[in-house]
């Protein structure tokens, strides 16, 4: 479903995971599910999870997390 990728904060010099979905062009349903779980992460507060720091899409319309 995903590749994941670790990234750094260009600014800041944070170490990120880059989360990004493979195949989304065939397949709507696993972009739904790509972005409510984007939305449901970003919206948990948990010691137990990762934050969602951003989210979007690239310039080839693939959808992306960032994540601590």
């Avoid at 010099?13 to 349903?29: S, W």
């Avoid at 137990?48 to 319309?61: A, N």
């Amino acid at each position: 479903m995903g590749i994941v990728y670790e990234g750094e904060h260009i600014e800041l010099g944070h170490r990120v995971a880059i989360k990004v979905i493979v195949g989304h062009e065939e397949n709507d349903e696993m972009l739904k599910r790509f972005q409510r779980e984007a939305i449901v992460l970003g919206q948990l507060e948990s010691d137990h999870v990762v934050r969602v720091l951003d989210c979007g899409t690239l310039s080839d319309r693939t959808p992306y997390l960032v994540m601590e």
